[in-house]
């Protein structure tokens, strides 16, 4: 289904930013997931970061994979450049634009399906490379376009629509970023805009790879076996004339809690998610301090936000491999292919 066009209509007392362009400069099309989805929570987030930092729309590049998360680049500044790419292989089209144009502000949006099962390999080398660039997982624990299979985030004992429960360990990207060497690490909850606005920001304005996992909760697939009024049942019983999912309006859940404290969020599904923010003394600098944070509040079943760890020392990728300062597309061209004669010379040096 397209997405529906959004009315031209500004409002007169509409703020502007130092760049003069209001928060609907910055949005795209209207969102076709769920009412109530998660994700569009996240879109506003991110949407209310870039008009915050006054980030010229031509400027931004946007990336995603194959999932319900990866049509959200659909969804926020129509002027960026975009691209969707094959599932789970958005982190190496990121590298290749980031290492041709240096000069955009990149940020990938991608799903635990999409990152943590078919696409694992490709986070772990953007991590490893730190490249430049924000990466947000809209973490739900389930294959949303696929009927609400268990993803590899699904936590041990939670059960699908069909009743049935995970039997395997989950994979957290908060500690494979740890492990793996990420240079700024972030959780937040998808209804929690006061703190993932900040934390976007401060991932969108980190020189590195900034990884920030969001709890984004999934509404559809919350009926469960033995109901009459279930999908499944339904479709059991129904003479399908037209495939077709009618999704029930759900209202969106949004939560707020200061820092050093924990909550519990009901999710549409019945299910309870307690949410713990990291103190205002807390260490984002110590790696092995987080680790053993994480480990603590994850053992007592609570899931730790805010910013967990942040390294402002590490090389980024192009540092790292000594890039020009100017981007690639901004090279002359007799400079990039310098012709036969100087590939010889150059040869020749290695020898």
Same mark, same amino acid.
């Given at each position: ?10 409002h ?26 998660g ?26 994979g ?17 691209f969707?790419?094959a599932?789970?292989r ?18 990938g ?23 430049d ?7 739900n ?20 629509k069909?009743?049935e ?9 908060v ?20 703190q993932?606005?900040? %934390?976007?920001k /401060?991932?969108? =304005?980190h020189k590195g790879?900034? +990884? ?6 999934? &509404?559809? *697939? ?30 969106? %859940?949004?939560? /707020?809690?200061? =820092?050093?404290?924990?909550?519990? +969020? ?6 309870? &998610?307690? *949410? ?10 110590n ?9 603590e ?27 020009c ?12 292919c ?14």
């Open positions: 289904m397209p997405s529906i066009k959004k009315p031209l209509v500004l007169p007392s509409s703020r502007r930013n130092k760049l003069g362009l209001t928060v609907r400069d910055y949005e795209g099309a209207m969102s076709t997931l769920c009412a109530g989805c994700h569009d929570s996240v879109t506003a987030a991110i949407i209310r970061s870039f008009y915050e930092l006054d980030t010229p729309p031509h400027m931004i590049a946007k990336l995603s194959i999932g319900c998360s990866s049509k959200t680049p659909t969804y926020f500044v129509n002027g960026a450049h975009g969707n790419s599932h789970g958005m982190p190496a089209i990121a590298t290749g634009a980031n290492a041709a144009n240096r000069s955009l502000t990149y940020i949006i991608s799903g635990d399906g999409d990152s943590l099962s078919i696409g694992l390999g490709q986070l772990c080398h953007a991590i490893r490379r730190n490249l660039m924000l990466y947000v997982i809209e973490n624990g389930v294959y949303g376009l696929t009927k609400g299979q268990f993803s590899a985030s699904a936590d041990v004992g939670s059960k699908s069909r009743g429960a995970n039997q395997q360990s989950p994979i957290d990207p500690m494979l970023g740890l492990t793996l060497g990420a240079t700024f690490i972030a959780r937040s909850f998808s209804g929690d805009k006061e993932l606005v900040p %934390i976007l /401060a991932g969108l =304005a790879f900034a +990884i920030v996992d969001v709890i984004s909760p999934c &509404v559809t *697939f919350n009926d469960h076996e033995g109901s009459t009024k279930s999908y499944l049942h339904t479709r059991k019983h129904q003479y399908p004339v037209l495939q077709a999912d009618f999704v029930p309006p759900a209202e969106e %859940i949004t939560a /707020a809690y200061p =820092a050093g404290s924990t909550t519990q +969020i009901t999710m549409h599904d019945g299910s309870v &998610v307690r *949410f713990s923010k990291v103190p205002a003394d807390y260490d984002p600098t790696r092995r301090a987080a680790q053993a944070y994480l480990q509040h994850q053992g007592r079943g609570e899931v730790p936000t805010g910013l967990l760890f942040v390294d402002q020392g590490t090389a980024e990728m192009h540092q790292a491999s000594a890039t300062a100017t981007p690639l597309t901004a090279v002359p061209y007799d400079k990039l310098p012709g036969r004669a100087a590939l010889d010379t150059l040869q020749q040096s290695y020898r």
